[in-house]
């Protein structure tokens, strides 16, 4: 029992970071009825932004700034590199065109700060924090990450909800003709939904490189279970991407805790699979069908 | 006032309007009538800027507003209440309503809001739902509602009494075409339903496949039985 509930809470951090990258690509399939699977190469890029001012300074606040930052305005170029070029066409060209995306950042990145797996020093100790006279598997630095986490959840929440560029984005994922005959720049808050997804996405990749380490290909893994918690939270739903980032964090955590680490994305895509056999629509969603 | 000039517009090898010319006064509405397919919507879309036309001028208030794009539009003074339920079914009737106006100041939105209340109560009253709990009539209303918010100096309204029961048309169009008379807003209906149309209308207009084969005072069309036969179909 012990054990159990410290790999349960050993993954919710995991699960924090999951779910930003889970609404980074809900985002942008808000905004666009795609799949972004140049995303966490972005956060990648992002994150070796972040470490190169974190080398050079030592501000952890200061490199997450500039990572989000940087996030924005990659979300911005990708967007004009994958959505421009094959306008009117099907969305399966953008698709695959995000994946030559993602390809050219790990290569680009390759060349920038090498290929090695590097380190990222936690702002905060990262050791499992001493109470009630034992040591728990949760560090000030995990409840670091829990906390920007949260209020990144609350700002994107309150945007969304409560400000004019969140109805308008909203009403253009909805119904972008409707948008359109309201007034709304329908294309501008396309491109608003994939700049914040980058800015997302890159808060993602700075928060979990100190526990992993950073190298060109080292959040492929962290794809594999966004994607799984995105469409098992409805694709369109943030909500849904938030549970369901934590909720994988955590399966992943047991997974790992009980077996071996390397059986999680196995886990992950059995999950997937048994979802979209028994509802395909995701659990938060309320349209009808979809394709991905 | 709105005014279109020999508009032609196609869909491929499909005439939709074959140099259509209309004059949309404002204080009054004029309605377009016509059968299914007579080019009706496509008139509406392509004033809204949904539509590219291929021909033809659109004349706003003197300013030719052809090829603009519709949220262009729409800030200039003419909003489209598109064919259907057009509103957004998972936003409340508050933000559906607010979404028509964002661009313009707080106080002015707050002025229009009042307009839509006291035109509507229902759905100041159920402000904070969500606009699927609506019924089709309450929807009409939301959707029109919406229009409004943009303070426009003309109103396109296409087809709004699909699906509906004809004494809520009756009292969604009278509203609407007293309000037309009060705020001198330019009114242009286009229904199926002519009867009800050319009750509240000024002007009546009959199309059919993309051309005008009359247009004058609404009681004379009405009354004109030849017409009805050849081009209503009742
Ligand atoms: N997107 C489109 N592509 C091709 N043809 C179209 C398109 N939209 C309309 N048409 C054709 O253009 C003609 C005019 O259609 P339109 O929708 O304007 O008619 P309408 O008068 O509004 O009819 P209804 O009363 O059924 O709404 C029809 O022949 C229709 O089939
Ligand atoms: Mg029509």
Redesign the interface.
């Given at each position: 029992m012990t054990n159990f509930i410290d790999f349960l809470l050993g993954g919710f951090s995991n699960g924090a970071v999951i779910a930003l990258m889970a609404l980074a690509l809900v985002m942008v399939w808000r905004s666009t009825r795609m799949v972004n699977f140049a995303q966490v190469g972005q956060a990648m890029f992002t994150t070796y932004i972040a470490l190169t001012i974190q080398q050079s300074t030592g501000n952890w606040l200061l490199a997450l700034a500039v990572a989000m930052g940087a996030g924005l305005i990659l979300g911005t170029i990708v967007f004009f590199l994958v959505i421009r070029p094959v306008k009117n066409s099907d969305t399966t060209g953008a698709i695959i065109a995000t994946f030559g995306v993602l390809i050219a950042l790990q290569a680009g990145a390759g060349m920038i700060w090498g290929g090695d797996p590097e380190g990222f020093l936690p702002p905060v100790s990262n050791a499992g924090l001493e109470f009630a006279g034992r040591i728990w598997p949760i560090s000030l630095y995990d409840i670091l990450v829990l906390a920007v986490t949260a209020a990144l959840v609350i700002g994107l929440t309150l945007l969304f909800t409560r400000t004019?560029l969140g109805?308008?984005m909203?009403?253009a994922a909805?119904?972008p003709?409707?948008?359109?005959?309201?007034?709304?720049?329908?294309n501008r808050m396309l491109i608003t939904g994939w700049a914040i997804a980058g800015a997302t996405g890159a808060v993602g990749g700075v928060l979990i490189a100190p526990v992993s380490t950073i190298s060109p290909n080292s959040f492929d893994i962290l794809l594999v279970f966004a994607f799984t918690a995105a469409v098992i939270g409805g694709l369109d739903s943030l909500i849904g991407a938030v549970t369901f980032g934590i909720g994988t964090g955590l399966v992943i955590s047991l997974v790992s805790g009980y077996t071996d680490a390397s059986n999680a994305p196995v886990v992950a895509l059995v999950l997937l699979a048994l979802n979209l056999l028994l509802k395909p629509d995701g659990v938060f969603s309320?349209h009808g069908s979809r394709s991905v | 006032m709105l005014e279109t000039v020999d508009l032609c517009v196609s869909y491929g090898a499909v005439k939709a309007l074959n140099g259509m010319s209309l004059v949309v006064p404002r204080g009054e509405v004029t309605a377009v009538i016509g059968a299914n397919g007579a080019g009706k919507s496509t008139l509406m879309r392509t004033l809204a800027g949904l539509v590219t036309l291929q021909s033809g001028q659109v004349l706003f208030d003197g300013v030719s507003v052809a090829g603009k794009k519709p949220e262009d539009i729409v800030r200039n003074g003419m909003a489209l209440v598109p064919e259907g339920r057009s509103t957004i079914p998972e936003l409340t009737i508050e933000e559906n309503l607010r979404l028509g106006g964002l661009w313009r100041s707080k106080t002015d939105r707050g002025a229009s809001k009042d307009l839509v209340f006291d035109l509507f109560p229902i759905l100041g009253q159920r402000a904070s739902m969500r606009a699927d709990t609506l019924s089709g009539g309450e929807r009409q209303q939301l959707a029109i509602g919406r229009a409004l918010m943009s303070d426009p100096r003309c109103l396109l309204l296409d087809e709004p009494s699909l699906g509906l029961a004809p004494l809520i048309v009756t009292q969604i169009l009278e509203l609407v075409s007293r309000l037309a008379t009060e705020t001198n807003l330019a009114v242009l209906l286009v229904e199926q339903n002519a009867v009800t149309a050319l009750r509240v209308a000024t002007t009546g207009v009959v199309l059919n496949l993309g051309e005008v084969v009359k247009s004058g005072p609404a009681a004379e069309i009405a009354s004109d039985e030849e017409l009805r036969h050849a081009y209503l179909g009742y």
């Open positions: 004019s109805l308008s909203r009403a909805f119904n003709e409707v948008a359109r005959l309201s007034g709304v720049r329908v309320h | -």
